[in-house]
Nanobody, 115 residues
Framework: QVQVLESGGGLVQPGGSLRLSCAAL????????VDWYRQPPEKSRELVAQ???????YYVEDVRGRFTISRDSAANTALLQMNSLKPEDTAVYFC?????????WGQGTHVTVSS
């Protein structure tokens, strides 16, 4: 069993930055495909960014150039650096790790972008 823990959310002004972390307790983050999803208020959950074990990355179009997903294997975490944040980035952000037929979700961390 793998426990996924997100952290780093909070309140930030438009144009600001936050860095989210995703820890995979009980396993090595490097073996997983890591996905960051977000769920804005009263909307569906959507994929935001992905990093595969070989380091390939994917971003949904409206975060491309603003968000960066990476992996810190020494700390056994995956990171989502979010810059130039907009009010529409307000959401609960979830981390999902996948390896083969196994996938584990975290409980989410709240990000609010507001002045």
């Amino acid at each position: 069993q793998v426990q996924v823990l997100e952290s780093g959310g909070g309140l930030v002004q438009p144009g600001g930055s936050l860095r989210l972390s995703c820890a995979a307790l009980g396993s090595r983050i490097s073996v997983f495909t890591v996905d960051w999803y977000r769920q804005p208020p009263e909307k569906s959950r959507e994929l935001v960014a992905q990093i595969t074990p070989d380091g390939s990355t994917y971003y949904v179009e409206d975060v491309r150039g603003r968000f960066t997903i990476s992996r810190d294997s020494a700390a056994n975490t995956a990171l989502l650096q979010m810059n130039s944040l907009k009010p529409e980035d307000t959401a609960v952000y979830f981390c999902k790790v996948t390896h083969g037929n196994y996938q584990f979700w975290g409980q989410g961390t709240h990000v609010t972008v507001s002045s």
